[in-house]
């Protein structure tokens, strides 16, 4: 048996990418995803004209949103130094992370970070599923807010005719397999805080238990 591991891009990888610059066409302006934005200070170094907003929040001044101190710390990068961190960063982990997928899809399952909405408003306007997974297919970096990646609301409601969404993000007690959903983050990235996955097409939930 061969193994095959795919891997799908969350909201913090994302934010790491858009503040390194992957995967965002060169020489695209991104000063008008910030038209609106009315939060805390963002980064403004060299090249910040070409970032976008996620990349900017990611390295903002005095802040350590995203965790992203610890990823700089890594590296032994001060925080906020981009060229710093784009000059430790192996390419080997460049590669990795400019070859994620926002989406990875299943006959029987969409498997998104955050969700998939139904077929109503939200930060993306009146995109229906379909619609909204064809803008994960073409990496949607015209939109300040990646609501499938970063949102924590989407309820237990079906959004893909036929298969179910399985997301992480949203931290539970324990994983959660609903009737649309299935949700698998017991961890959050806190330390001492279990793992969970699921088995499919079995929809078996794995999370280790501790020997006494």
């Known amino acids: 048996l061969k193994l095959q591991f795919l891997y ?3 909201n913090h ?4 990418c858009a503040f390194l610059g992957m995967g965002i066409p060169e020489g695209l302006d991104m000063r008008g995803l910030v038209h609106d934005y009315t939060g805390f200070e963002l980064w403004s170094g060299v090249g910040w004209e070409g970032l976008h907003l ?6 903002a001044p005095g802040r350590d949103h995203y965790s992203s101190r610890a990823t700089f710390m890594q590296y032994g990068a ?3 130094d981009r060229e710093g961190l784009l000059d430790a960063m192996p390419e080997g982990h460049k590669e990795f992370l400019r070859n994620l997928s926002m989406v990875l899809e299943h ?5 998104v970070h955050g969700g998939i909405r139904q077929n109503r408003a939200n930060s993306w306007g009146h995109l229906d599923p379909e619609a909204q997974l064809e803008e994960l ?3 949607p970096y015209h939109h300040p807010w990646l609501e499938p990646l970063s949102s924590r609301s989407f309820p237990d409601t079906p959004a893909i005719p036929g298969k179910k969404t399985v ?4 931290t539970l007690i324990e994983g959660k397999i609903g009737n649309h959903t299935i949700k698998i983050d017991t961890c959050g990235g806190h330390p001492g805080s279990n793992l969970t996955a699921v088995l499919l097409p079995d929809e078996v939930l794995i999370t280790p238990v501790e020997s006494e």
């Open 8 to 10: 799908f891009i969350g």
């Open 13 to 16: 990888d994302f934010a790491l």
């Open 54 to 59: 996620q990349g900017r929040r990611y390295a």
């Open 78 to 80: 001060q925080y906020g």
């Open 107 to 111: 006959e029987q399952y969409v498997f």
């Open 137 to 139: 297919r073409r990496l």
């Open 167 to 170: 997301t992480g993000h949203v």
